[in-house]
Structure formats: structure tokens, C-alpha cells
């Protein structure tokens, strides 16, 4: 049997510090190479085989991962957040880093996290990109209001966003002067720009045979639309990932931290280490949910009956029980079904 060698890489935008070992810990070969496709052609073909490597993950690891596992005999990614080991230390640069990440790969404790197929990742890519429209939109919709307000100028604010009443607005206010008027016209022709490139965008995921089955099943639970569809098909990946609904709600960042020692138990505000493109989009869900869904309206009335009525508590429990259909749906690859409503249509 041939023995295996473990590489430890550290990531950056320009270089790759790499770390080569083998089954004992002895140090094969070390050094850093630039993060470019040639270079690592040619520093693959200076390996010895088989290899397995293992990264952190970043901004850059997407295409690194993709160029190498084709050669390797196993590639893995490890979460930045777990890599306590890097951190501890008392001295730090890319080559020690690489070297630990080598390590904790040669002895199984590297902390690996989920790494999507290549094809979801790129889709992904565009949802985010769309992301990124809508909160332009916003910004040059309060861009629009602080004009006014600077210039002193009295509108309607329900309906400023409008195309006739802007219009107008534009046409009779004397206190619009040219400047300010010119201004105006360009936020408003900007964000009907973008706001045509973001539904564009929507339709194209929604057309795509990899997604379009999967998100029109999806939607079929209640206040689950094209967006929250494609949010939760792009973002988690493969569902069965995840054993449990707790640590799918773990994971889009919808249960608190804990800290206990001994007998004593504190409960901490949610946690910042989730998925916040999943989070957002759900709690936006949540809100929305009670509408049109009765039992979502039963779980946000129970909740906000408990204490002093807290609103965002009960939009945190519907957009958990959001999270359970979105799992039960995805995994049974069946459209949704109330239990109840499915009891009484039999008998």
C-alpha cells in the first residue's frame, strides 16, 4: 500500500503558502507559489502521490478547490471560525499556518465544513448578485427621500415611489429646481434599471432545469415565494446534510448561543456565526407568513401571547416552523401537505 501525503494550503488572493507532510509528520517540501492556475499545474506535478490537501475556507477558495480535486485523492475545506489552532498561537504567518492546517489534516481533527458542487456555487453567485440590486434599490429610494428633505421639498411618502406621482412631483413643485430635478431623474432611471436586472435575474434561477423543479416544490408551502425557494435550494445545498431540523435552524442563525458552567445555564442573543443570506430571507418570510398560512398564524399568536407579546420572538418561531416544512419538503421530495388537512380529506 502506498502511503498518503497530506498538504496544508493557506489561501490568499495573490499566493498560496502550502505545507506537504508525510504519514509520520516529516515536512516533504514548503513554500509558497502564486495563486494562479499555471503555477499550481506546474506544483501539482512536483507532488508525491496520492495527496490529500485541506484549505480554510475564503473568498478564493471556490476555484482553488475546483482546480484541484480532479488530482487529489481527497480535498477538504475547513471552517475559519474552528481553526482554534491558528489563532492560539504565538507566532503567525502563512508558512506555520499552512503547516497547522497540514497537521490537523494528518491527524483527522480538521474542522472540514460543507463545500457545494460547483453548479450551485455558480448560481449561487448570481443570487447574490441580485441581493446586492435590492439593496441598491433601497439605497437610492433613501437617497431619493433625503434630496427631498434636503431641499425642503413636502411629498407623500406612500407614495413617492410611484411612477405617476413622481412624475407629477417633478413637473408641478416649484421648490424642484433644475439641479435637484436632473438628480432626481437619474436615482429614479437607475433603480428602474436595476430593479428590471433583478427580476431578470430571479426568472433566469426559476427557468434553470438544476433549480426548477426543486423550487416550485418548494413553494408549495405557504408564504414560501421564488425568492425564499431559491435562497434555501442555493444556500444549503444537499438538505440530508443536515440530521436534524435544530441544526438546520442552527445553521440559518434562528436559535441563540449558550453558555453553561456547572449549574448554570445563560441564554445569548442569536448567533453571528449563520447563514445571513438565509436569515434574512426567512425572518422577511416569517413576517409575511401568518397571511397565508393558519397555522403559521396559530404558531405567531401562541408565541406572542407568551410574556409581553414580543413581535420578533413570534416571527423567530414562525420562521423556524418555516425551516421544518422547508426540510421536511426537500427531503421527502414531495410538495407540502398539512397532516390535518390530509386526515379530514380521507375521511
Known amino acids: 500500500m502506498q502511503s498518503m501525503y497530506y498538504v496544508g494550503l493557506d489561501v490568499h488572493k495573490k499566493t498560496i503558502s502550502y505545507c506537504v507532510k508525510d504519514v509520520s509528520g516529516n515536512i516533504q517540501g514548503e513554500g509558497s507559489l502564486h495563486a494562479t492556475r499555471s503555477d499550481l499545474d506546474r506544483w501539482m506535478k512536483t507532488l508525491p502521490q496520492p495527496w490529500t490537501a485541506a484549505m480554510e475556507a475564503t473568498v478564493f477558495t471556490g476555484w482553488i478547490y475546483d482546480h484541484l480535486k480532479p488530482h487529489a485523492a481527497a480535498l477538504k475545506v475547513a471552517h ?14 502563512d508558512r506555520i499556518d499552512a503547516g497547522k492546517i497540514c497537521d490537523c489534516l494528518r491527524c483527522d481533527f480538521l474542522p472540514e465544513c460543507y463545500m457545494a458542487p460547483t453548479a450551485i456555487r455558480e448560481r449561487r453567485r448570481t443570487l447574490r448578485y441580485r441581493n446586492l440590486l435590492v439593496r441598491q434599490v433601497v439605497q437610492l429610494k433613501n437617497k431619493i427621500a433625503v434630496l427631498l428633505m434636503e431641499a425642503g421639498v413636502s411629498y407623500n411618502k406612500q407614495k413617492l415611489h410611484k411612477v405617476g406621482y413622481f412624475r407629477e ?11 435637484l430635478r436632473s438628480l432626481l431623474r437619474l436615482c429614479r432611471g437607475t433603480m428602474a434599471h436595476l430593479a428590471k436586472t433583478e427580476s431578470a435575474l430571479v426568472r433566469s434561477l426559476e427557468r434553470d432545469s438544476l433549480l426548477a423543479e426543486r423550487v416550485e416544490r418548494l413553494m408549495s408551502i405557504p408564504a ?3 425568492v425564499t425557494a431559491l435562497t434555501w435550494a442555493l444556500e444549503v445545498g444537499d438538505v440530508q446534510r443536515f440530521s436534524s431540523i435544530k441544526k438546520a435552524v442552527s445553521y440559518c442563525g434562528l436559535c441563540g448561543a449558550e453558555k453553561s458552567s456547572g449549574s448554570t445555564i445563560q441564554r445569548m442573543p442569536l448567533s453571528k456565526q449563520r447563514n445571513s443570506h ?16 393558519p397555522e403559521l398564524a396559530l404558531v405567531y399568536d401562541r408565541e406572542r401571547c407568551k410574556g409581553k407579546g414580543n413581535v420578533n420572538r413570534a416571527t423567530l418561531a414562525v420562521a423556524r416552523k418555516l425551516v421544518a416544512y422547508l426540510v421536511a419538503v426537500d427531503r421527502r421530495g414531495k410538495d407540502f401537505l398539512v397532516i390535518e388537512r390530509e386526515n379530514q380529506t380521507a375521511a
Open 80 to 93: 475559519p471560525l474552528m481553526l482554534r489552532a491558528i489563532a492560539a498561537g504565538k507566532k503567525k504567518n
Open 169 to 179: 412631483l417633478l413637473a408641478t413643485n416649484p421648490d424642484i429646481n433644475d439641479g
Open 224 to 226: 414560501v415565494g421564488p
Open 278 to 293: 438565509l436569515q434574512w430571507v426567512l425572518m422577511e418570510a416569517a413576517k409575511m407568513a401568518p397571511r397565508y398560512s
